[in-house]
């Protein structure tokens, strides 16, 4: 199959249209809440002090400059295959394509080793004591078993376990609704910088930290295959996500800063536990680790079913092996390439260092968002029959001029580990390619017989 040969032809609809707009909203939803927030405040409050719901606040707007291209892209094209098969439409190369579905893949596999590690930890052992990377390794081997059993049955499991972090996050909010009506905490605190700051410089550098905390909207391109009416259900979901997790996160903020002073929040590793427990509204400290352990699975198992699809759309527009294209029969799952992503996020927790990990997952994403709001742009000149979402131009231009100011905030530890995972890719590409071509000229030439055997 040619490369322009991959642009036209969709894949066929193999996999099973299930998703409805309320199990949609709730899939992306639970994918951007995750777990980032419940250990993020402390490190939001080393920047902007108690101001905590500003940079959440920059960050959601950041977001929803990608989100509108993501919106456009996806009831365009809604098949499998994500930010890759918008680069392959947009770019007519097939490096450009790998690379660009490589950075997303590498991201998705990092961030659920990350998520691993960080369930295995100090969460888990308010439970039970036991090594980490073991313990790491077992739970990604429990997300695949689910991933494999249907992604009906996934995202059911993800209704439930949004619920619960979402309960979580309100929680914090209450505890402290009520800890201000006691007369306790400290309202005059959200606004407070750190002592010799530039408001400007440091709600921007907050930012930064916060965009993490969004991550996780584009997964949802790697299930349009599998969502129903794409082009009326996608953007509503999307853009409601979106909005609903900001204010969300931006209540958390305004509640941890008055609840806390910003230096026991930055010395605290669980500080929406320490909020809570300062409130003084009686939740034991195993209920909210629990609620913390279930947040981290949710954000793991959605990161596995975003991963294990864009394998499979990959494979099917020939960017990646055939054999990661294979489906269990009656499941109708992608159970070659779950396999191979959970392969590969097993070895990564053994890198065990959870900040490395999540910092070199934003800048691996910041390379697809680059991609994805640029191929907006180039793809206005294809035509589709069917009706869609458009954005207004704008929108990608200042998407693609925040993802690189974002970009130049990472540091050169994070940039060589990520260059090192690109390399990789170019390793696993050249390979590929080459069975491809001989792919392709096998098929050529078994034209060319036909036609000589149709002239006879």
Same mark, same amino acid.
């Given at each position: 199959m040619t490369s322009?040969? *991959? @642009?036209?032809? !969709? *894949?066929?609809e193999k996999l099973s249209r299930r998703i409805t707009g309320p199990l949609l909203f709730l899939f992306i939803l639970g994918d951007v809440l995750g777990a980032g927030v419940y250990a993020l405040m402390g490190e939001l409050s080393n920047? @902007?002090?108690g101001a905590l719901w500003a940079p959440l606040l920059?960050?959601?707007?950041?977001?929803? /400059?990608?989100?509108?291209?993501? *919106?456009?892209l996806v009831t365009k094209y809604p098949e499998a295959g994500g930010a890759a098969v918008f680069a392959e439409r947009a770019f007519r190369h097939p490096i450009v394509s790998f690379l660009v579905g490589f950075c997303? /893949?590498?991201?998705? @596999?990092?961030?659920? *080793?990350?998520?691993a590690i960080a369930f295995a930890g100090d969460y888990l052992t308010t439970f039970i004591d036991v090594p980490a990377v073991p313990a790491a390794m077992v739970f990604l081997l429990l997300v695949a078993a689910l991933n494999a059993r249907g992604i009906s049955e996934s995202v059911k499991s993800n209704v439930v376990m949004t619920v619960i972090? /979402?309960?979580g996050l309100i929680i914090v909010i209450v505890a402290v609704a009520?800890?201000?009506g006691a007369g306790r905490g400290d309202v005059g605190r959200v606004v407070e /910088? !750190?002592?010799?700051?530039t408001p400007a410089l440091a709600v921007l550098g907050g930012a930064i930290v916060a965009y993490y905390s969004f991550v996780g909207f584009e997964t949802s391109a790697n299930v349009a295959e599998e969502i129903r009416e794409p082009s009326r259900i996608y953007p509503r979901a999307l853009f409601g996500a979106l909005l609903t997790a900001g204010v969300v996160y931006a209540l958390v903020g305004i509640a941890s800063?008055?609840?806390l002073p910003s230096e026991d929040l930055s010395a605290s590793s669980g500080p929406l536990l320490s909020v809570v427990a300062a409130s003084g509204f009686g939740v034991p400290d195993r209920v909210f680790s629990a609620i913390a352990l279930i947040a981290v699975a949710n954000g793991a198992l959605l990161t596995m079913i975003m991963a294990s699809r864009l394998a499979y759309g990959m494979a099917e527009h020939g960017l990646l092996p055939g054999a990661l294209s294979r489906v269990l029969p009656g499941r109708r799952t992608p159970w070659v390439a779950i396999v191979a992503t959970t392969g590969v996020a097993v070895l990564l927790t053994l890198v065990g260092d959870l900040s490395t990990l999540a910092e070199t997952v934003v800048l691996l994403l910041l390379f697809v968002f680059i991609s994805t709001n640029t191929a907006v742009l180039v793809l206005r000149r294809d035509r589709v029959e069917h009706s869609h979402f458009r954005v207004w131009s704008a929108v990608p231009l200042l998407g693609v001029l925040s993802c690189v100011l974002l970009l130049s905030q990472q540091t050169a530890k994070v940039w060589l580990f990520a260059a090192a995972l690109l390399a990789l890719g170019v390793l696993l590409y050249l390979p590929a390619r080459l069975v491809a071509r001989k792919d392709s000229a096998a098929d050529e030439l078994g034209d060319q017989h036909r036609d000589v055997r149709g002239d006879g």
């Open positions: 322009d040969a *991959a @642009v036209r032809e !969709p *894949a066929a920047d @902007v002090g920059v960050a959601l707007l950041l977001a929803l /400059l990608t989100a509108g291209s993501y *919106a456009e997303m /893949l590498a991201a998705g @596999v990092t961030s659920a *080793a990350g998520l972090e /979402l309960t009520f800890m201000v /910088l !750190p002592d010799g700051s800063a008055i609840a």
